[in-house]
């Protein structure tokens, strides 16, 4: 059976209705994204966030991402940003049937996607956050690899979600800042175990969709409601684009195919 789910990222919530990024207001913003996947002439299977679910991590900011993505028909998982904070996001967030993969870790969010919908695929949901004073790049840590590699079976689809990419974009700035700076490991464990079963790996953080393959494996991101930024190949820097339209991803896992289909809905405003 295939398995459809929606990818969406970067909503980054304030603590109340008001919070903006250069005029444009995340609650509303977040409504849309929203209402946009709910008025899909289709039922999906699950939704998965790929982390910034919050601004600044509080608990007031937390429970509006709460209120407003409850308003989703269908299960929502989770995936810890660099906004993020693992202990506010189990205490204001509740993920749909999950198993931890290093359950002891009181700072690290990963686990395996085990809702009935997924049954005959392999999703894990890594925790790439480091400590804010290292930096915007993600770092996958030990446990985590080995709990995956372990995980892998090599006879289901593996499709991975965390929130920093596993590949250079060619954008001077976001290649030397924001991606996993662990990725070849990762990839060379995942490419051992899953082989090619290998479907895909899903990431938020850029602001900004993706596609990119690289070494036999597709790199799938999904742009932020809340805003683009630019990915400019030889900048120092890395700018907003506000005012955009509300993206998402509708991502099909088949076990021979991985098909991406990038929706961009037109923000009328609140
Ligand atoms: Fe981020």
């Known amino acids: 059976m295939p398995l459809e789910l929606i990818h969406i990222s970067d909503t980054h919530f304030g603590p109340d209705h008001s919070l903006e990024i250069r005029g444009a207001n995340l609650w509303e913003r977040a409504c849309a994204l929203v209402e946009a996947i709910n008025d899909l002439p289709f039922q999906p299977d699950i939704i998965v966030h790929t982390g910034d679910v919050v601004n600044d991590p509080d608990l007031p900011a937390y429970a509006q991402a709460r209120e407003v993505l409850s308003g989703l028909k269908v299960p929502v998982y989770y995936s810890t940003g660099n906004h993020d904070d693992v202990a506010m996001m189990r205490e204001a967030l509740t993920l749909p049937q999950h198993e931890l993969l290093v359950p002891d870790s ?41 709990a995956l590699a372990n995980r892998i079976s090599g006879d289901k689809p593996v499709a991975v979600f965390c929130h920093y990419p596993f590949s250079e974009i060619g954008s001077k700035w976001i290649d030397e800042h924001l991606l996993t700076t662990n990725r070849d490991e990762v990839l060379a464990m995942l490419k051992e175990k899953a082989g090619e079963q290998l479907k895909g790996i899903f990431s938020g953080h850029l602001h900004r969709g993706l596609t990119l393959f690289k070494n036999g494996v597709l790199n799938s991101g999904v742009s932020s409601p809340a805003c683009e930024f630019t990915a400019v190949p030889a900048g120092d820097f890395c700018d907003f684009i506000p005012g955009g339209p ?14 991406v289909k990038a929706y961009s809905i037109p923000f009328k405003g609140a």
């Open 106 to 146: 009181t700072d690290k969010l990963c686990y395996q996607i085990t809702h009935p919908a997924a049954d005959g695929y392999e999703l894990f949901v890594l925790d790439g956050k480091v400590p804010p004073e290292d930096g915007f790049h993600g770092f996958i840590s030990r446990e985590q690899i080995e």
């Open 246 to 259: 509300i993206p998402f991803n509708h991502v099909t896992l088949t076990p021979e195919a991985t098909w």
